[in-house]
């Protein structure tokens, strides 16, 4: 009976193999970059491709010191290093160790050539952007009906706004006939009058996202009278229909995010304004009341009534200050005649009378002032203190100088 072997060791033994190869020990291989992964731990992983065949290639965190450039899609590179077995799989790879790069790519040199030529006619441009609606009902999607993409974004929407309408048009993404679909699915949409439309895929190598890099899917991305939303592969890739596109989304569930309006949070929003609102309107109202209390106070203030009584008072007021004023002058003027009496009474000859002095006139009435008036013979009155006294003159005496 022939001998039995597992399969770790058949694997072990074609790794043996491998290892004493001399060529395979020690080999450089010239090829196109295709699916490159940078891993978490600091690995690369990806593939060589030429016309005929791919291999799959890992270059370990050690030995990226080396790497004076970044390994991504579509570029030429010679990489040294050795071929060995995995035996857990069972499959052989390139452990590359040095990466040098050889050109670029076929494919990469074709996207960037496009790009220069869509660019420099304009179809880039910002002005030609048209702006994304904030709440869009309808949401056209150009993407596979099975594939990963219009999971994450039916999903996004359901979470976000229940509301919102999605219409599918299930296109080829990658391989013969898929830019005629995708082509088709934009005008489709367009016509249908959805409010965003969003064209994208999952992510993928540089082929598989080609359909994108097509220069009819851009110019009917520019012709597009909706405004577009593309979401082609992951963050990292980047495609013609991107740079074509209003608007640029990372992946498939961030275009998602950027098209379908948050209905709960828009909710929220609006519970909190309206919160808002009432408090103001009752800060309002307050002030208002607060107002009118013033202006009610300030009418009554004014109010005819009130003027009324105020002028009463002030009469009043104005009474009392005359009467005083009044008493005043009255006590004035009796004070000034009480001394005016007292002087008129120091000068009264009433007075001078009261002190033996007489006041003596002649027959007419007109008091002596001198002896020249005396006549021998006249009559003359003369007044006392008490009475008078009529006289006739019968001696005359002149006083002796």
């Not at 020990?25 to 196109?32: A, K, L, V, Y």
């Amino acid at each position: 009976m022939a001998a039995i072997y597992s399969v770790a060791q058949i694997n072990a033994y074609i790794k043996n193999m491998f290892q004493q190869d001399f060529v395979l020990s020690h080999i450089w291989i010239r090829g196109e970059v295709s699916n490159c992964k940078y891993h978490t731990s600091g690995h690369i992983y990806f593939t060589i491709k030429d016309e005929s065949g791919t291999i799959g290639c890992v270059m370990f965190a050690g030995n990226r010191s080396g790497l004076k450039f970044l390994l991504k899609e579509g570029q030429t590179i010679i990489a040294e290093g050795c071929i060995r077995v995995y035996e857990r799989d069972g499959k052989y790879q390139l452990y590359a160790k040095k990466i040098t790069l050889d050109g670029i790519g076929l494919l990469y040199q074709k996207f960037e050539q496009l790009k220069q030529e869509l660019e420099e006619m304009g179809m880039f441009a910002e002005i030609y952007k048209k702006p994304i609606p904030s709440f869009a009902q309808k949401i056209g999607i150009v993407t596979a009906s099975t594939g990963a993409a219009i999971r994450d974004i039916a999903q996004i929407a359901r979470r976000r706004n229940l509301y919102v309408q999605l219409i599918l048009y299930p296109a080829l993404v990658q391989g013969e006939g898929a830019k005629e679909t995708i082509v088709q699915g934009i005008a489709y949409l367009d016509a249908l009058g959805v409010d965003i439309i969003i064209v994208g895929r999952g992510g993928g190598s540089i082929e598989d996202l080609w359909a994108f890099n097509e220069e009819c899917v851009a110019r009917a991305i520019f012709a597009c009278h909706t405004p577009i939303i593309s979401a082609v592969g992951h963050e990292v890739d980047t495609t013609i229909a991107d740079y074509a596109a209003d608007l640029r989304a990372p992946t498939p569930s961030a275009a998602a995010e950027l098209a379908v309006w948050d209905y709960r949070s828009y909710q929220y929003t609006l519970q909190e304004k309206r919160r808002i609102l009432f408090q103001k309107m009752l800060g309002q109202i307050e002030r208002s009341r607060g107002k009118l209390e013033q202006a009610k106070i300030r009418l009554l203030y004014i109010g005819p009534q009130n003027q009324i009584l105020m002028q009463k008072q002030r009469l009043l007021d104005l009474e009392r200050q005359l009467e005083k004023q009044i008493e005043q002058k009255i006590a004035a003027a009796r004070h000034r005649i009480e001394v005016l009496a007292e002087r008129l009474d120091g000068v009264s000859p009433l007075k001078r009378l009261e002190k033996g002095y007489a006041y003596v006139t002649d027959k007419k009435g007109q008091p002596f002032k001198n002896i020249k008036q005396a006549n021998k013979g006249d009559m003359i009155t003369i007044q006392v203190a008490d009475g008078k006294i009529e006289a006739c003159i019968q001696q005359i005496v002149l006083d002796k100088q």
